[in-house]
C-alpha cells in the first residue's frame, strides 16, 4: 500500500470518492462501497466507466477517482480516468498488470499481485481486488479515527484466515460436482444477497453466465417483491387458470 501512503492526506481529507470499473472489478467496487463508508465514513459512488466518460460528472479536486481494471488496459475505464483527471481529481489506480496503462496514467495505486489470468472467469482477480480494498478502506478508516484499534485488529485477523478458508472451501469438490448435477439443466438462475453479499450476488450471476451461459440475475433479497415474486406469480396464475388438458400437454 506504498501508494497509499504517498497519497494519504488526499484520502483522509477527501469529500468524496468515486469508483470506477467494468464488470467484475465494478462488483468488486460496490462492495468497497460498503467498506470505505462503514470503516471511514467517505461518501462512495461507484460508477460503470462506460457511462461515467459519455457524461458530464461533477467532479472538483478534493474528490479522488480509483480506477479498477484486472488488466490495467480496460479501454473505458481508461478513458473515465482520463476525464476525471482532466478535471483535477487525485486518481488511485488498482490492477494486476505491472506497468499496464491505467498503472502509469494514475497518480498512485496499488498492485494486486494475482497473477496472469487463465480463464474468462476472473475469481481471483475479484478476491484479490477486493482484498486491496479492504485494507485501502482500513487505512482510511484507521487515519480519519472512525476505526477502533479493537476492530482493525478484528478484521486483520479475519483477513488472515482467508486462505485457509479458500483451502477449505477447495476441498468441497464432491459436493459442489452433485449440485451442479442436480442443476445444470436449470434455464434460469437468481442470486439474492443483501449488504455485502449483494454485489457477491451480482458476481455469482456473472460468473455462472460466462461459464455455462445459463441465464442469471443478481438481486437485492429485498428486491425480489418488487420484480421477479410478482412476475413469477402471474405466470403461476395464467399457468393454473389454462384447462387442464392445455396444462399438461407437451409444448
Known sequence: MAGFRAYEQKFVNAQRIIIVACGTSWHAGLVAEYLIEDLARIPVEVEY??????????????????????????????????????????IFGICNVVGSSIARATDAGAYTHAGPEIGVASTKAFTAQVTVLTLLAMCMGQRRGTLSDTKLRELVTELHNIPAKVEKALKLDAEIQLIAETFKDVPNFLYLGRG?????????????????????????????????????????RWWLSLPRIARTRRW
Open 49 to 90: 466507466a462506460s457511462e461515467f466518460r459519455y457524461r458530464n460528472p461533477v467532479i472538483s479536486e478534493r474528490d479522488i477517482v480509483i480506477a479498477i481494471s484486472q488488466s490495467g488496459e480496460t479501454a473505458d475505464t481508461l478513458a473515465a480516468l482520463e476525464l476525471a483527471k482532466s478535471k483535477g481529481a487525485t
Open 196 to 236: 455485502y453479499n449483494f454485489p457477491v450476488a451480482l458476481e455469482g450471476a456473472l460468473k455462472l453466465k460466462e461459464i455455462s451461459y445459463i441465464h442469471a440475475e443478481g438481486y437485492p433479497a429485498a428486491e425480489m417483491k418488487h420484480g421477479p415474486l410478482p412476475s413469477s406469480m402471474r405466470a403461476c
